[in-house]
């Protein structure tokens, strides 16, 4: 059997379309059977029954228009709002199933069985949803963390690195929000201010007023921010631009040399990988490292914890990265896990390598973070003992 052109154009996008219809399939259909078939009947049976059909329906057409083509914010809002909020109810309704399940064993007869796992699934959904908001809407924690750095020099020691990445401007205006994180970076003096990637979801034109405040941060040994995915979602160079405007130094498979009381280090970044369909971009760590003195050792910012592994080759002392959320939505970091090899904190990685692994300082998508909390973090750097 032969495939024309346009054939094969179709079946290119085969899976994205069952991704967008088998996915809003069963966050819907497990809560539905858990809560709508099993616990009720009659009217109630029918009503819940069709406002399954008609978020399962919703879901997949709000995401398309808010995060496709037509970038509509009042659409992103809408899907990102029911997705998290369906993940929380389907997570909850798997457990209620296997609860059913133990009710069954101990002898509890329906309707009570139903109802009781029905009340529990929607009482527990319905307070992680009114938490995680306020987790993820809240100002982040500040997580301090001691590196140690072999070859780092005593005038180097104490360097103080505060990271923030993933902050992901959006369809929600978080300026007032933009503004706070600003200032308790500045609360911190960081020699040293980074953004490790997905700085804003959408255009420079939709997002740039939640961005300006970072223009504000002090940091007197630089402010260095790298790309993300989601940049190259949107309009990398763009952001690129407006970042370099504002004070910040993108890092674009390049490094700087970093010098304090007589010492330095190799401060690079690298791309996200998927900067490749775009011309020019996509990480390349020998680019950044070129003209380097292999002496000193090498501080690595890179968004996905994945790409430690050109790290360790390179023989990168610390790795810097975000991405991960933390899952964001627990139980999702269990999905995170199979694509990078951390999902958040401070890993080790070959002989000489150590990753750090920010939980982000904003969220994607749902306002929702359960069990994965935000950070703004400072890494202070420290010589290590001879």
């Known amino acids: 059997m032969r495939f024309g052109k346009d054939d094969r154009t179709v079946l290119k996008y085969v899976p994205r379309m069952v991704f967008f219809l088998v996915v809003p399939a069963l966050l819907f259909a497990v809560p539905w059977w858990v809560l709508i078939y099993c616990a009720t009947s009659g009217a109630l049976f029918w009503v819940g029954t069709a ?9 997949p057409a709000a995401m398309i228009r808010g995060h496709g083509p037509a ?30 399940a133990v009710l069954i064993l101990a002898g509890v007869d329906d309707p009570l069985r139903s109802r009781i796992v029905a009340l529990g699934v929607l009482v527990v959904s319905a307070a992680l949803v009114v938490w995680g908001v306020y987790e993820a809407r809240r100002l982040p924690r500040v997580r301090t963390v001691e590196v140690e750095i072999p070859g780092l020099g005593a005038g180097l020691d104490g360097l103080r ?5 993933d902050t992901h401007f959006a369809a929600t205006d978080r300026l007032r929000w933009s503004e706070r994180v600003v200032e308790t970076v500045n609360a911190l003096e960081p020699d040293i201010a980074c953004h490790a990637g997905d700085l804003a979801d959408g255009s420079v034109a939709k997002r740039r007023a939640q961005v300006e405040p970072l223009g504000k941060v002090r940091a007197p040994l630089g402010r260095y921010y790298i790309t993300g995915n989601h940049e190259y979602f949107g309009d990398a160079l763009g952001w690129i631009e407006t970042m370099s405007e504002l004070g910040w130094r993108p890092l674009h498979n390049e490094h700087e040399v970093v010098s304090r009381g007589g010492d330095q280090l190799v401060l690079a970044g690298i791309d996200d990988p998927t900067g490749v369909g775009l011309e020019g971009h996509g990480p390349n760590l020998t680019a950044a490292l070129a003209g380097a003195d292999r002496a000193l050792p090498v501080v690595l910012l890179a968004h996905q914890p994945k790409q430690v592994s050109a790290a360790v080759e390179a023989g990168v002392a610390l790795q810097i990265s975000g991405h991960t959320h933390g899952g964001q939505i627990w139980p999702f970091h269990y999905l995170v896990r199979v694509d990078q090899p951390v999902v958040a904190g401070l890993s080790r990685h070959g002989a000489h390598t ?5 939980r982000g300082t904003g969220f994607w998508g749902p306002q929702l973070r359960v069990f994965a909390p935000s950070e703004i973090t400072v890494l202070v750097l420290r010589a290590a003992a001879q």
């Open 51 to 59: 406002l399954a059909v008609l978020g399962y329906v919703a879901l």
């Open 354 to 358: 150590q990753l750090y692994t920010s």
């Open 161 to 165: 690195m505060v990271v923030v990445t």
């Open 71 to 100: 970038q509509s914010d009042a659409a992103s809002l809408t899907a990102d709002t029911l997705l998290g909020v369906m993940w929380v109810v389907f997570t909850w309704s798997v457990i209620g199933a296997v609860a059913r």
